[in-house]
């Protein structure tokens, strides 16, 4: 927070008005099932977007960004991509999505600041889509319904009330939208729910068929320890359309709606109308929805160790089957495997390339961490420093 203070200082020359922040996710289990309608559960970790803000009334809006060199100005009726500027699309399509549904805005100037690795897949666009939008809300207050926009929030002192669960999924979609429309990728609504939807200490199960969002506390003394491959994934690049349309024809093929529909033994006794590259999409898909709900049974139970199972499995199926995994991501999780801490590993996100997410025996901690980075290096070339995350509450 503070950070982001002196940097828009530095920028503008004067205090921001507002400050919000917005947490990268995890995926702990349920991978590309949201788009497929399916399950899926995730976690906020302690890594932010913040955006610092100000309104300035010559219509324009000003952006910068610690990340990069470049900013970015223009008119608040000329909202379009800048070559320049790739990141800021995150923040135009958002405008754009939210004018669309009747919120106005006039200019301002905003400056971000992120402690999420880029390209890790542990979301840092959906992170910054969210902290637009709540800077938007922030600077002029807005209320979101399914129709269009209602009365604004009233401030209590300098506080607008928290966002209500359904006005908190209507904000995710705009992210989504924004990304599909303007970004270019096709995304579920996994990383936005999760970046609104933290609870600390909690583990956040989404329904994607019922936009439904349910929290059960993490077992305790397991630590959550993220390791970064080093290879950047983009996923605006057409890998992850393209596993979202094989996905999309199995469904069709199979006359359902989504994926979400079909069991395991309908996927099989189907699997000779499939192509085979619709059935491995399929395969993995079916398996992940499954997988989440055993895997809720058995954090329910205080079975990590079952809980982690799912996470190999998880990331075989990856592997295997949707193919959204990477040489280096495989030595990740088979180093993480020999160690005697680890409960389970896996790709986390998108795939070809970012981070795995690793389920650890507190006390093992240290020295997996030192395990995993020695290991890699040898096996890869590649230096990596696994870190412990805390699981923390959503945006505001
Ligand atoms: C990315 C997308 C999400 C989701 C995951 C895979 O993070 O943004 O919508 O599809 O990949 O589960």
């Known amino acids: 927070m503070n950070d982001v203070r002196s940097f828009f200082q530095k920028q503008f020359g004067t205090i921001p008005l507002r400050i919000v922040q917005a947490p990268g996710r995890l995926e702990l289990l349920g991978n590309h099932t949201d788009y497929n309608e399916g399950l899926v559960m995730s976690l906020a970790i302690d890594k932010y977007i913040y955006m610092a803000s100000s309104p300035r009334n010559d219509g324009q809006i000003e ?14 009726d000329k909202i379009e991509k800048n070559p320049r500027t790739p990141w800021a699309n995150y923040v135009k399509g958002v405008l754009l999505q939210l004018r ?34 709540l800077t938007i809300r922030e600077l002029f207050p807005f209320t979101l319904t399914e129709f269009g926009t209602a009365l604004p929030p009233a401030r209590t002192g300098n506080e607008l009330p928290p966002l209500k669960s359904a006005e ?20 579920g609504l996994l990383d936005q729910i999760s970046s609104l939807f933290g609870k600390a200490g909690q583990v956040i199960q989404i329904d994607c068929r019922h936009q439904t969002v349910t929290h059960n506390p993490m077992v305790p003394g397991v630590a959550v320890v993220v390791c970064n491959s080093g290879v950047k994934h983009d996923l605006s690049a057409g890998e992850y359309n393209e596993l979202r349309s094989h996905c999309e024809s199995a469904a069709r093929t199979l ?4 994926l979400r529909s079909i069991n395991p033994q309908q996927l099989e006794a189907s699997k000779a109308k499939l192509s085979q590259r619709d059935y491995e999409c399929a395969y993995h898909v079916v398996g992940e929805n499954q997988r ?15 809980f982690g199972e799912y996470l190999f499995q998880s990331h075989a199926s990856s592997r295997d089957y949707f193919k959204n995994s990477i040489p280096e991501l495989d030595a990740l999780v088979d180093i993480a495997r020999r160690h005697p801490a680890c409960y389970g590993a896996r790709l986390t996100g998108g ?16 020295d997996f961490q030192q395990f995993l980075a020695k290991e890699y290096q040898v096996r890869t070339g590649l230096a990596t420093e696994p870190w412990t995350c805390s699981i923390v509450d959503g945006a505001r």
Do not use: C
């Not at 990340?67 to 100005?73: G, H, K, P, Y």
């Not at 600041?113 to 902290?131: F, K, R, Y």
């Not at 795939?351 to 240290?366: D, H, P």
């Open 63 to 76: 952006l910068t960004s610690s990340a990069f060199a470049e900013r970015d100005t223009f008119y608040i």
């Open 100 to 133: 669309q549904r009747g919120v106005r805005f006039s200019g301002f100037n905003a400056a971000i600041h992120g402690t999420i690795p880029l390209g890790a897949g542990l979301s840092s666009s959906a992170a910054l889509e969210m902290a637009t939008a």
């Open 168 to 187: 908190k999924i209507l904000l995710a979609k705009i992210g989504q939208a924004a990304e599909s429309q303007f970004v270019g990728a096709n995304v």
């Open 255 to 258: 006359g359902v709606k989504a």
């Open 292 to 306: 989440v709900v055993f895997g809720e049974r058995a954090l329910l139970d205080g079975d990590v160790s079952q």
């Open 351 to 366: 795939g070809f390339g970012g981070a795995t997410i690793n389920l650890v025996k507190a006390e093992g901690t240290w």
